[in-house]
């Protein structure tokens, strides 16, 4: 798969995940009868957060991604440059661990500790894409990812990824 195909489907995914699937609901919200207990999941609500803020600029700058980054949805942003690896941030509903599949990336994922956040790396070799995804609540996580322009760049990836990770986590919120 090309690198502008891959990059395309991967942010359909992102922006599929953060859109959430389904019409609005409509009609008349009534208390419950009966005296039951509920027992469907409750979700955080995500932190205010601008996923185009908090990457370090010396790390970015380093990979040549020196332009001012394209935001592709209220959560999800992406640094690109000719002959240089695509990065992307995104905030997403999800428990760290449990990333939605997608057909483009299927990475194995490591633990990490960052500061104060408990993290994964995130590694797919077919897809040439490393990243970290970082738990800010139960259901909410923060996501760098780095794909790499080709196999020459590939093995910078994981710690451009790692590096960029380090540098946004103090800038992310603890939310419980």
């Known amino acids: 798969m090309r690198r502008p195909d891959l990059l395309a489907v991967v942010t359909a995914g992102v922006a599929l995940v953060v859109a959430g699937c389904g019409a609005p609901a409509s009609g008349t919200a009534s208390p419950a009868t009966g005296g039951g207990t509920s027992t469907s999941p409750t979700t955080s609500a995500a932190p205010q957060l601008d996923v185009c803020a908090v990457l370090p600029q010396d790390v970015l700058a ?85 794909t790499a322009q080709d196999s020459k760049t590939y093995p910078a990836a994981c710690d451009h990824a790692k590096a960029l990770a380090a540098g946004a986590e103090p800038k992310l919120p603890l939310v419980s």
């Open 62 to 146: 380093s990979m040549g991604l020196t332009n001012a980054p394209k935001k592709l949805g209220p959560n999800d942003c992406e640094w690109s440059a000719l002959n240089a690896d695509v990065v992307a941030t995104s905030l997403e509903q999800y428990a760290l661990g449990q990333r939605p599949t997608s057909g483009a990336f299927n990475p194995t994922s490591s633990p990490l500790t960052l500061g104060g956040h408990k993290a994964l790396q995130l590694k797919d070799d077919s897809a040439a894409i490393c990243g970290v995804d970082i738990a800010l609540a139960s259901d909410i996580t923060f996501t760098v990812l780095v």
